[in-house]
């Protein structure tokens, strides 16, 4: 299967899925989503593979959503049919981010995210989807979307990975959290030198390995299925309702105008990253 956004590698048990629009900070387009959807379904269907690595290209792990895709401006003619009532954005949103980030929750098999650079919004919701997490020293966790008037992104995976109180913190005030912070409060597993990254990634899929494939994948389950009787598939659910109220009222409306007049958040981080050349390549 030939990939335009995403590349696929496979070998000695482990897959590597890499997000591939570096010039874009990896901002998550409907065609990358779907090719991330295609290539863990590649994975699944090899015997062959124990382990997948979710990585990105470039400086950046994801910038979130391509939202230049969702407003009137940049979206097809295709899009803009299927958004155009609130019953269409619920499907559309549910199908394309709800349903394909639980799928990568409940693959089967274990998955570690590589996460370098800044990982915003749905990008820390992607890499939040994964088993484990190893950053980079250079790796920051954001997500500002309530500063747009948005609830957060359609998975609120902070009260899960931060506490109740650090995720209030971190979603009111739209702050960043380095990496350091992110180990301490139990979201990332490891934390690497950023030319160390893919070296200790790999290690520990090989690691991985040595578990017999359905051992991981039972103790895998089971671990979720703990979180589910905790609640977590409901609150998933709670707050996806919660989000598509929240984005279809007047303020986020207005908001939406505003972030398309000033450019989406993978600009922002292109103006940031601007003649700095100390970037991961």
């Known amino acids: 299967m030939k990939f335009q956004t995403i590349t696929y590698e496979a070998?000695?048990?482990?897959?590597?899925?890499?997000?591939?629009?570096?010039?874009?900070?990896?901002?998550?387009?409907?065609?990358?989503?779907?090719?991330?959807?295609?290539?863990?379904?590649?994975?699944?269907?090899?015997?062959?593979?124990?382990?997948?690595?979710l990585r990105a290209n470039g400086r950046h792990f994801s910038a979130g959503h391509d939202l230049k895709e969702l407003v009137v401006a940049g979206a097809s003619d295709e899009l803009r049919e299927i958004r155009s009532t609130p019953e269409g954005k619920y499907r559309h949103e549910k199908q394309m981010y709800l349903d394909k980030c639980r799928k990568i929750y409940d693959f089967p098999k274990p998955t570690i995210?590589?996460?370098?650079?800044?990982?915003?919004a749905?990008?820390?919701?992607l890499a939040c989807m994964c088993d484990l997490i190893v950053a980079s020293e250079d790796a920051e966790f954001q997500n500002p979307v309530l500063r747009m008037s948005g609830a957060a992104v359609?998975?609120?995976?902070?009260?899960?990975?931060?506490?109740?109180?650090?995720?209030?913190?971190?979603l009111f005030t739209g702050e960043a959290i380095d990496a350091h912070e992110a180990w301490r409060l139990g979201m990332v597993n490891k934390v690497v030198a950023p030319d160390q990254l893919?070296?200790?990634v790999r290690?520990?899929?090989?690691?991985?390995?040595?578990?017999?494939?359905?051992?991981?994948?039972?103790?895998?389950?089971?671990?979720?299925?703990?979180?589910?009787?905790?609640?977590?598939?409901?609150?998933?659910?709670?707050?996806?309702?919660?989000?598509?109220?929240t984005h279809n009222t007047a303020a986020?409306?207005?908001?939406?105008?505003?972030?398309e007049k000033k450019?989406?958040?993978?600009?922002?981080?292109?103006?940031?990253?601007?003649?700095?050349?100390?970037?991961r390549s």
């Not at 690691?207 to 994948?217: D, E, K, M, N, S």
């Not at 609640?231 to 109220?245: E, Q």
């Open 11 to 53: 070998g000695d048990g482990i897959a590597s899925i890499s997000l591939d629009r570096p010039d874009s900070a990896n901002a998550q387009s409907m065609q990358l989503i779907e090719e991330l959807d295609s290539a863990f379904d590649l994975a699944g269907a090899d015997d062959a593979v124990r382990v997948v690595i």
């Open 113 to 120: 995210a590589a996460v370098q650079g800044s990982c915003v």
């Open 122 to 125: 749905a990008g820390m919701m």
């Open 154 to 170: 359609e998975l609120l995976v902070e009260p899960w990975e931060l506490g109740m109180r650090k995720a209030k913190e971190f």
């Open 198 to 200: 893919d070296g200790a």
């Open 203 to 245: 290690d520990m899929a090989e690691r991985i390995c040595l578990v017999p494939p359905i051992t991981a994948q039972m103790v895998k389950q089971s671990i979720n299925q703990t979180f589910e009787f905790m609640g977590k598939g409901h609150s998933w659910n709670y707050h996806f309702m919660a989000h598509h109220f």
């Open 252 to 259: 986020a409306a207005n908001a939406l105008a505003e972030r």
């Open 263 to 279: 450019g989406s958040m993978r600009e922002v981080i292109a103006d940031r990253d601007k003649g700095d050349t100390s970037a």
